[in-house]
C-alpha cells in the first residue's frame, strides 16, 4: 500500500499531458534530527515522518523522519506514514481556438491549474499554443511632429487608405488609431520668449505650432477617413534639442487604454515613429524635473499629456512593465542612423521589433506588414507574477516537430498552427502562502494561470488527539505520533514538570563546561540533542556525531569508512586514520611478480620506494641499481674473504635486509641462481631467495672459483723472442729490398750506354771558331767583308 502511494498522484486525475518527476534526495533523513514532521516533510522530497505511536520506544525522536522505504524496514506500516506527493490538478480546459465549440474562444491550453510540490522537488506539465487565424489587431500610429518630420508628414496622407488594404487580406479585424510628440515644453528643450513659445520655427522664417509633450488625437476605429483627416490637419511643431520626448508618449499610449481604444481580445501594436534618439529616465532634471513617472495616465480634456512638465521621463524598466500589463507590441520605425540605438532598447523591451524608416517615410508601410508578420510569425512565451524561490525550464515543441531544450519561442509558425512547450518548475524551499503566476505568449491576450503551494504542513496536525492518554495520561495532545505538552509539562511524553529536570545527571560528562556538550538540552535527566546541518548528533551527553571526523582528500574518512563519534570504523580492506590505505598488496606488484620490485615497501596500497635512486610506480626505475644478483655482492664477497664473518660482514648484510643461510626452508620465495665476477676476476656463485611477505634476500650455497695466475718468466721470453724475430725479419725484408732497388739501377745505365753510336777521330763536342771584322776603307753602300780564319 506504501508502494501504490509512492508511485500515485493522490486521487485527482492529472493532465493528460501533464507528467511528474521530483529530486530524490541522497543520504539518510534521519542524519538531520528533524524533531517534528513539518521539519521532516521540508528536509526534502524523499522524507517521510513516522505517525505510530509507540515507534519511539526501539528508536530516537529523530528516527521517525526517514525515507519511507526505511521507515517500512524499521517497522513503521504504510498507513502511519505522512508522506504528501508532489501533485498537479488541471482547474480549466476548453480545448483550443474556435474548434473548442466554447463562447469564450482560448488559444491557449490548458487556462488554469493548481500545483502542490514539496520542496526541492519539480514537476513537468505541456501548455499549447495556436496562431489565431482571424485575430483582431489595433495599430496606434505615434508620430514625431517635431520639425524635422515635415517631410514624412506629407508622405503619409494616404496611409491609412494602404494599410487598411494591406491588412484586409490578414484579418477581417482591423482598426487605426493616431498620437502625436515633440517635447517636454520647459527650458532647456525649448526656447521660452513669448515669441519662441508662440511660434517655435520663427528663426527659420516657418509658421509652426507651439511644442507640446504628447496629443491623442484618434481613438482606435475602423473609420480610414476619420484617420486620413487626422492626418491632413497635423503641423509641425519644433524643440532645441536632438532627443525627443518619445517615451512619454509610449508610456501615456500603453497606460491610457480607456482613451486610446484597446480591445481586450485584439493583438495591439503601437508603431513609433521618429528620426531622433529619445529621453528617458533621469535626463529632466536638467530642466529641475525630479518627481519620479508614476506610470499613471494623465491625458486632460483635449487629449493632451497635462505632466509633462512635472514628471520626469520614464525609465526603460517602468515601460518594460507597462507595454507588458498591458500586453502591447512596440513596433520602431526609425531612420538608418537612430537604429543602433533602438535596437537596444528593443533587446530589453519582450516583443518589440525594430525597422529602418526612409527619411520621408516613404516605406512605412512595407515596414509595418513586415514587422507585423514577423510578430504574427513567432510565438514567444513569457512569465508574468511572482517566481520568488521557483526555478523554470521550458522546452519547445514547435510545429516542424523541432525540439529545442532551453527555448520557450518558435519560429516561422503560420496562422492555424499548434505549438506546444513543456515547462518544468522546481521548488527550492517552503512558501508563505500560494504563489500565483501566468504563462501567456507575447501579444496573446490569453494565458495559463497558475497556482503553487508548497507542501510543507503535515495533515496529521489536523486531526490532534486531545489529553492524550499516551502522553502522560492527559498531560498532552498527540499529534503525529508525538506528544505536544501542556503548559508547565515537558518530556517526550510529557512526563515531567518544568524545573524537575535532573541536571546533576546530565553533568556526569561535560566538554567545554557546557550541559549536554553544548549540543543538547536536558530534559528529565535525559540530553536532547540539537538537530545539526552537518549531520547527526548522538549519544547520552550529545558528546557524539558522525561528522567530525578527519577527511582525506574532501571525503569524510577518505570515503571508506563510517565516522562514529569522531573516529572512522574502515570498511573492509580500509584501514588507517583516515581510512585511506588499502590493506592490499595488489596494487605494489610489479610486473616480474614482486612487491616494489624489491626496491621498496608497500604502504597504504602505494610503493615507498627504500633503495636510493629507485623510482616509479613499482620502484621499476632504478639507474643506479644492479639487478637481483648484484644488490648482495659485497655481502658474498665479505662473507668469502673475511676471517669473522659475522662480525665484519654484518653491517654490510643488515643494510642490504640480506641474510646468509644454508638452510633450503624457504616458503612462498623466490629463488635466482646468481653468477659474479669479483674485483680480482673470481666467479661468485650463490642462490638468492626473495621472500614475497617482506622486503628480505636470504642468501644459499655461495662459493667462489679464482683463476691460477699468470706465469711472468715465461711471459717475458715470449715477449723477448718475439721481438727478436720480428727485428730479423724486418732486417731480411729491408736487405731484399735494397737488392731490387739496385739491380734496378744497373741495368737502367746498362741501357742507356748501349744505345750510343761514336764516329771514329771525331768528337762530336768540338765547335770551331769564327771571327767578323769591318774594313773601314771600302766604302761601298750596305756592303761588308767578312773573313774567316
Not at 36 to 64: H, K, M, V, Y
Not at 136 to 153: E, F, G, K, N, T
Not at 604 to 625: D, F, L, Y
Request: hydrophobic share 30%; aromatic share 8%; charged share 20%.
Amino acid at each position: 500500500m506504501l508502494h501504490e502511494k509512492l508511485c500515485s498522484l493522490e486521487k485527482s486525475e492529472p493532465h493528460p499531458q501533464t507528467t511528474l518527476c521530483s529530486v530524490v534526495c541522497t543520504g539518510t533523513c534521519s542524519h538531520f534530527n528533524a524533531l517534528s514532521c513539518d521539519e521532516c516533510l521540508q528536509l526534502g522530497p524523499r522524507c517521510a515522518w513516522c505517525t505510530l505511536q509507540n515507534f519511539t520506544d526501539f528508536f530516537s525522536i529523530n528516527e521517525r523522519c526517514d525515507t519511507p522505504e526505511a521507515l517500512l524496514q524499521k517497522g513503521c506500516s504504510g498507513k502511519f506514514v505522512e508522506f504528501p506527493v508532489t501533485n498537479v490538478k488541471v482547474l480549466k480546459d476548453q480545448g483550443l481556438g474556435k474548434s473548442a465549440n466554447h463562447t469564450n474562444v482560448s488559444y491557449v491550453a490548458p487556462q488554469k491549474m493548481r500545483l502542490q510540490l514539496r520542496p526541492g522537488s519539480q514537476l513537468t506539465f505541456q501548455i499549447q499554443v495556436q496562431e489565431p487565424e482571424d485575430h483582431p489587431v489595433d495599430i496606434y500610429y505615434l508620430m514625431d511632429l517635431s520639425a524635422s518630420m515635415i517631410d514624412d508628414l506629407k508622405m503619409i496622407k494616404d496611409l491609412g487608405s494602404m494599410l487598411s488594404k494591406e491588412m484586409a487580406t490578414l484579418t477581417s479585424k482591423f482598426r487605426l488609431g493616431f498620437g502625436s510628440f515633440v517635447e517636454k515644453p520647459v527650458l532647456p528643450f525649448i526656447k521660452i520668449t513669448h515669441e519662441e513659445l508662440a511660434n517655435p520655427c520663427r528663426s527659420v522664417d516657418y509658421e509652426c505650432l507651439p511644442t507640446f509633450g504628447y496629443r491623442h488625437l484618434l481613438s482606435l476605429t475602423s473609420s480610414i477617413d476619420k484617420f486620413n483627416e487626422i492626418i491632413s490637419k497635423q503641423q509641425v511643431s519644433a524643440n532645441i534639442d536632438v532627443p525627443e520626448g518619445g517615451f512619454d508618449a509610449i508610456m501615456q499610449a500603453a497606460v491610457c487604454g480607456d482613451r486610446i481604444g484597446w480591445q481586450n481580445n485584439s493583438m495591439k501594436l503601437l508603431v513609433f515613429v521618429s528620426d531622433a534618439d529619445s529621453h528617458f529616465g533621469m535626463d529632466s532634471k536638467m530642466s529641475g524635473i525630479v518627481v519620479p513617472n508614476d506610470g499613471e495616465c494623465y491625458l486632460d480634456d483635449n487629449n493632451e499629456y497635462s505632466m509633462t512638465a512635472h514628471l520626469e521621463y520614464p525609465t526603460l524598466g517602468q515601460l518594460v512593465e507597462k507595454l507588458v500589463e498591458n500586453n502591447i507590441l512596440l513596433i520602431f520605425a526609425v531612420t538608418d542612423n537612430q537604429r543602433q540605438n533602438y535596437e537596444n532598447y528593443a533587446s530589453l523591451i519582450p516583443g518589440a521589433t525594430v525597422g529602418v524608416l526612409a527619411s520621408d517615410s516613404r516605406n512605412i508601410l512595407e515596414l509595418i506588414m513586415t514587422s507585423y508578420k514577423e510578430l504574427r510569425s513567432e510565438i514567444d512565451l513569457e512569465v508574468l507574477g511572482n517566481t520568488e524561490g521557483l526555478q523554470i525550464s521550458f522546452t519547445a515543441l514547435c510545429q516542424d516537430g523541432t525540439i529545442i531544450p532551453g527555448c520557450k519561442n518558435c519560429s516561422n509558425v503560420k496562422a492555424g498552427d499548434v505549438v506546444s512547450f513543456n515547462v518544468t518548475v522546481e521548488l527550492k524551499g517552503c512558501l508563505a502562502g500560494p504563489r500565483r503566476f501566468s504563462l501567456r505568449p507575447v501579444g496573446f491576450q490569453d494565458a495559463l494561470e497558475i497556482e503553487l503551494e508548497s507542501q510543507c504542513v503535515c495533515d496529521c496536525h489536523q486531526t490532534p488527539e486531545a489529553s492524550s492518554a499516551f502522553c502522560s495520561r492527559g498531560r498532552g495532545a498527540l499529534e503525529c505520533g508525538t506528544c505536544v505538552c501542556d503548559p508547565g509539562f515537558v518530556g517526550p511524553k510529557c512526563e515531567c514538570t518544568e524545573g524537575q529536570e535532573q541536571i546533576s545527571d546530565c553533568r556526569q560528562i561535560l566538554m567545554c563546561d557546557y550541559m549536554c556538550s553544548g549540543l543538547g538540552e536536558c530534559f528529565c535527566g535525559q540530553c536532547v540533542c540539537h538537530p545539526s546541518s552537518f549531520g547527526r548528533v548522538y549519544g547520552p551527553y550529545c558528546e557524539c556525531d558522525n561528522f567530525s571526523c578527519l577527511r582525506f582528500r574532501g571525503e569524510l574518512c577518505g570515503g571508506h569508512g563510517e565516522c562514529d563519534c569522531g573516529e572512522c570504523v574502515c570498511h573492509s580492506g580500509w584501514m588507517g586514520e583516515f581510512c585511506n590505505c588499502s590493506t592490499s598488496n595488489n596494487s605494489c606488484l610489479s610486473p616480474d611478480g614482486s612487491i616494489c620490485s624489491g626496491r621498496g615497501k608497500c604502504v597504504c596500497g602505494k610503493c615507498e620506494c627504500t633503495v636510493p635512486g629507485a623510482s616509479g610506480e613499482w620502484c621499476q626505475r632504478c639507474p643506479t641499481c644492479g639487478d637481483i644478483c648484484s644488490l648482495p655482492r659485497s655481502c658474498v664477497e665479505c662473507y668469502l674473504k673475511a676471517r669473522d664473518p659475522l662480525d665484519e660482514c654484518g653491517v654490510k648484510c643488515n643494510s642490504l635486509h640480506t641474510t646468509v643461510s644454508n638452510s633450503t626452508d624457504f616458503e612462498e620465495s623466490r629463488a635466482t641462481i646468481c653468477t659474479l665476477q669479483s674485483e680480482d676476476h673470481c666467479l661468485l656463485s650463490f642462490i638468492t631467495f626473495y621472500f614475497l611477505n617482506c622486503l628480505c634476500n636470504c642468501l644459499y650455497n655461495y662459493s667462489t672459483d679464482c683463476p691460477e695466475p699468470p706465469n711472468a718468466p715465461l711471459i717475458a721470453l715470449g715477449v723477448c723472442m718475439s721481438v727478436l724475430i720480428i727485428g730479423i725479419m724486418l732486417l731480411v725484408i729491408w736487405k731484399f729490398l735494397v737488392s731490387v732497388h739496385d739491380r734496378k739501377e744497373v741495368a737502367k745505365f746498362e741501357a742507356e750506354k748501349a744505345k750510343a753510336k761514336w764516329q771514329s777521330g771525331t768528337n762530336p763536342l768540338f765547335r770551331s771558331s769564327t771571327s767578323t771584322f769591318k774594313n773601314v776603307t771600302y766604302k761601298s753602300r750596305g756592303q761588308q767583308n767578312t773573313y774567316i780564319s
